[in-house]
Structures are given as C-alpha cells and as structure tokens.
C-alpha cells in the first residue's frame, strides 16, 4: 500500500528566486517542474524519498503578496547536529540571515530565516514529539 505524501503548496512572483533558497541554501532536490499548465508554471522541491515535497506556482499574469505574517512558519525537525549545522551553513552560504522568531519558542532549538518571499523557516534541532 502506497504512503499518503504531503504536498504544501503557494503561490510565489518569482520561482527561480524562491526555488533557489530551497535547493542551493537548503540542499532540496527539484523533484518535477512545469511550465504553462493551464496558465500556471511551478517548480516541486523536496528531498529525495521523503514523503513530503514543497510546490511553488506562479500563475501567469497573477501578482501575490509576501508572506501575511511572520507566523506562516514551515518547521523542519533536524535533530541530528551535524545535519541540523549543514542546513544552517547551507543558508549562510547561500546568503540568507537569520531571524528572531516572533514566537521566542523556535529560538530556544532553533534558528528561523526568511525566504525570499518572506515566509518563514525554521530549523529545528530537535527531534519532533
């Protein structure tokens, strides 16, 4: 029997940009990519046998705002060190800079960075549940 696999999905202006935080700063792999499928072009990143993916889309001739707040979080539970460091220099090297979380929460484990869409990540080494 086939696992369910979770997708999140969001609309973004600039796919290259905003792919580029999550496969060059974080190491995700590009899983699929489509150009103009009833007016919308996207890019699915996640990690290779993981059963979640992340799904950028840009509807052609469509605007979206930034993040709404700094709350939307997306929170990946590293709790292996070394893993949990490797992401947090990938995203320094690739330029990004940390944030203070508005929940004080994430930074007790954590270390929260901005996409270039503004949406939250957080880094938490620590093992869920």
């Not at 029997?1 to 999140?8: D, E, K, W, Y």
């Not at 935080?21 to 046998?49: K, M, N, P, Q, S």
């Not at 950028?56 to 893993?83: C, I, M, N, W």
């Not at 508005?102 to 954590?110: K, Q, R, S």
């Amino acid at each position: 029997m086939q696992q369910p696999i979770l997708r999140v999905a969001r609309p973004t202006n600039d796919i290259d940009r905003v792919a580029d935080f999550y496969t060059a700063g974080l190491g995700f792999a590009v899983l699929a990519r489509f150009e103009d499928h009833d007016g919308f072009d996207g890019i699915i990143v996640g990690r290779t046998g993981c059963q979640w993916h992340l799904e950028f889309t840009h509807q052609h001739g469509v605007s979206v705002e930034d993040a709404p707040t700094k709350e939307h979080l997306l929170v990946l539970y590293l709790p292996d060190r070394d893993e949990w460091s490797a992401a947090v220099a990938g995203l320094h090297a690739f330029g990004a800079t940390p944030v203070t979380s508005e929940n004080p929460w994430w930074d007790h484990h954590g270390i929260t960075f901005e996409d270039p869409d503004g949406y939250r990540i957080v880094l938490q080494n620590a093992a869920w549940g």
